[in-house]
């Protein structure tokens, strides 16, 4: 049972709605009467000392905000034994007692080590666009990022559709195929590349040619930055079938942006059970989402499992195309 104080962090690759469940932690903690601390700049920040307390109104404005108004930032020092103890060390004369982290895969191996080496309660919560974090089938910003492809995919599709083109899109993803597989599904994509399935190029090209002699005015190819080299792809797709092709990356706009009402949501939603488990002694879990309803997952079972994409998707995105 936590009495004094908790901390926040956001860490890893920001996603929309990592705002409303950070709010939502120091919202539910403060009206809890324990006192919330913010980290600012992932593990970076806690190692050296960026913490301030924070109150009611340093989270205002915040829920319909992309990004993370405490920063966030990939630490290789926090990777060290060291790292990691300079960061608890600066927890511990604060009298914070928890620490609830918001991030990815990576993000929430930090926090497991931290709690094997120092026994300090830590919940997490699966923040990231790539919807890649074991047990849970929902990540924060996950379905801001989907949108926002789509939304791409639309325009690249009227552009396409002018000039009897190939569209590849690249998104991201290095390891997981989720968005690529979801936005190609909700784009109308005619094939989808990830790097969990094998893709035969000669085939491909070989469909896409006899589809436009049968009179096909455009296709959409979405893929996964982990797949292949898209601009590569480009060349030699263009190579093999004769057909003018075009490739546009996508990069970190898929990142930014307000979040939906999806995110905004499913993020209140865990920001408020994070602070409530931590402060009510539990530890060691992340809270995700399994089928609409909040579930809890063993924290060391989160990050020492892969997810694997749901081959529905694929058998889905296959038969549609
Ligand atoms: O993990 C989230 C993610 O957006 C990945 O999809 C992408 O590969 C990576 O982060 C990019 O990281 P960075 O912003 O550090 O280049």
New binding site residues.
């Given amino acids: 049972m936590i009495k004094k104080a908790i901390a926040v962090m956001t860490s890893?690759?920001?996603?929309p709605g990592m705002n409303a469940a950070a709010r939502a932690v120091v919202r539910t903690a403060l009206h809890e009467g324990v006192d919330v601390y913010g980290i600012h700049n992932g593990y970076k920040g806690m190692i050296g000392d960026d913490i301030e307390q924070l109150n009611s109104r340093s989270v205002s404005d915040l829920i319909q905000r992309g990004g993370t108004f405490l920063g966030t930032a990939?630490s290789k020092e926090f990777k060290t034994p060291e790292g990691r103890k300079k960061g608890f060390e600066n927890l511990q004369k604060r009298g914070i007692e928890g620490l609830v982290i918001i991030g990815?895969?990576?993000s929430l191996t930090g926090g497991s080590l931290m709690s094997k080496e120092f026994g300090i309660p830590i919940v997490g919560l699966p923040g990231?666009?790539?919807n890649?974090v074991w047990g849970t089938d929902y990540t924060i910003g996950a379905d801001t990022?989907a949108n926002t492809i789509v939304e791409a995919i639309n325009k690249l599709r009227d552009t396409a559709s002018a000039h009897r083109r190939i569209m590849i899109v690249e998104?991201?993803?290095?390891?997981?195929g989720w968005?690529a597989m979801t936005t190609g599904i909700a784009g109308g994509a005619e094939y989808v590349l990830v790097p969990e399935v094998k893709f035969d190029l000669d085939d491909m090209c070989h469909e896409l040619k006899d589809a436009y002699e049968r009179g096909k005015r455009y296709s959409i190819i979405v893929v996964a930055?982990?797949a292949c080299d898209a601009i590569g792809l480009g060349t030699v797709v263009e190579e093999k079938t004769g057909i003018d092709t075009r490739v546009s990356v996508l990069g970190?706009i898929?990142?930014g942006g307000s979040p939906t009402v999806e995110d905004r949501m499913k993020a209140s939603m865990l920001g408020e059970k994070a602070a409530l488990a931590i402060i009510s002694g539990v530890t060691n879990v992340v809270f995700g989402f399994d089928a609409g309803k909040v579930v809890s997952i063993n924290l060391f079972e989160a990050v020492n499992n892969k997810k694997t994409l749901d081959p529905e998707l694929v058998r889905l995105a296959r038969m549609l195309a």
């Fill in positions: 890893g690759g920001d996603a990939r990815g895969d990576g990231t666009i790539d890649d990022a998104v991201m993803g290095h390891k997981s968005l930055e982990g970190h898929q990142r």
